[in-house]
């Protein structure tokens, strides 16, 4: 049985008294949601935070609704609750998609979008107990000084394995972040840097808050599609998401396709629109810009599942997700 280590819960009931009590702790503190990742991860004393910051008792921090212009999602909103949202089927179907294929039911209830979005990054060589990764050396994302996927060099390439950021990313979300210094809006495609030990922009200190989808990205046809090894739990091997601006006939104005579980961040990948632009999405196009993914990715062994299958998989995964933007 894996033990968790001694901790103490904070339950702060305001944005300011998380980030002051982030203050107080320092280094010694982490924020918490549903704990779904970060349970798991002290358990394997990947972390070994001496207080924890509950946000879910925070009422800043939920709801779902129009504002201004955009959607906004509060953070601690599970996933269970954004893939079952009225506004967000209608709107952002690719998001509900993504939301409902996180893990498995009972996760989803408990995970919330604020922790996808922030969620650790993934290697078989990490996420394993202490016991297991002191008997390979440990390596460079925690107490070692080795890469055990590249073997040389001193970058950690742990895969980024989160469904949701990609979606969000073709939709041109927006992400608040609260800290000591006050408040700074991201947009999520600069939010994620390729490096696996801390792979976000955001600062041990600050609080992602609330995300904002702009309602202009809902006239995007939007897909997504998953590769697991089993449909009901397990991480994504592969994620595709895919939005593209198209006149009533179909015609193509510009389309964007972002993967992720490769890298450390998800990726958008090149070319696109150039391949699309002007026409409609048949066979031809979609076999183009298939060959065109399969080129641009090349998954690591930072994931127990063979890297060569899983890049055969690429066309299969983006085929599956433009047929579905062909009838969306
Ligand atoms: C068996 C299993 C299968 C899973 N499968 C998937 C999957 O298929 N796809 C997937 O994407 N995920 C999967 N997960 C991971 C996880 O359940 C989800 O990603 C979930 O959304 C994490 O949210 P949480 O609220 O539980 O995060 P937590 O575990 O509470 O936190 C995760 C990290 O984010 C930080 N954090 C959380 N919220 C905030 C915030 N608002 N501001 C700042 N920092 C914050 C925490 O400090 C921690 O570092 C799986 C987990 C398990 C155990
Ligand atoms: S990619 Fe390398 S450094 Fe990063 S977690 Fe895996 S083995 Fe460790």
Not at 37 to 61: Q, S, T, V, Y
Not at 128 to 148: N, P, S
Request: proline share 5%; charged share 25%; glycine share 8%.
């Amino acid at each position: 049985m894996l033990r968790l280590p001694p901790f103490r819960y904070h339950r702060p009931s305001t944005i300011a008294e998380a980030v002051a009590l982030r203050g107080e702790h320092g280094g010694e503190s982490m924020y918490i949601a549903g704990g779904t990742d970060l349970i798991p991860n002290m358990k394997h004393r990947l972390f070994e935070p001496a207080h924890l910051i509950a946000l879910k008792g925070i009422p800043g921090l939920g709801g779902i609704g129009e504002e201004g212009g955009h959607l906004r999602i509060g953070s601690v909103e599970t996933l269970t609750a954004v893939a079952t949202n009225e506004l967000v089927q209608s709107r952002f179907p690719a998001l509900a998609e993504a939301a409902a294929h996180v893990a498995g039911p009972q996760l989803r209830n408990a995970g919330t979008i604020g922790g996808n979005v922030c969620l650790d990054t993934r290697c078989t060589y990490y996420n394993q107990t202490a016991f297991w990764r002191e008997a390979l050396g440990f390596c460079l994302k925690k107490d070692g000084d080795v890469c055990h996927v590249t073997r040389v060099g001193k970058k950690c390439v742990a895969a980024h394995s989160a469904d949701t950021p990609p979606v969000l990313m073709t939709l041109d979300a927006i992400v608040v972040l609260v800290g000591p210094e006050g408040e700074r809006e991201v947009p999520i495609r600069d939010f994620f840097v390729a490096d696996g030990i801390v792979n976000t922009l955001r600062t041990p200190e600050e609080i992602l808050t609330e995300i904002r989808i702009p309602l202009s990205s809902a006239a995007r046809r939007q897909a997504y599609a998953k590769l697991r090894q089993r449909k009901s739990i397990d991480f994504p091997l592969l994620t595709v998401a895919i939005a593209a601006d198209m006149e009533a006939d179909g015609t193509v104005l510009s389309i964007e396709a972002v993967v992720t579980a490769l890298g450390s961040r998800p990726r958008v990948l090149s070319g696109w629109s150039e391949v699309a632009q002007g026409r409609t999405l048949d066979d031809d196009v979609v076999d183009e810009l298939a060959a065109r993914a399969y080129k641009q990715c090349h998954p690591l062994e930072n994931i127990v599942v063979d890297a060569d299958w899983r890049r055969a998989m690429v066309p299969v995964y983006v085929k599956r997700a433009l047929a579905k933007v062909r009838i969306a």
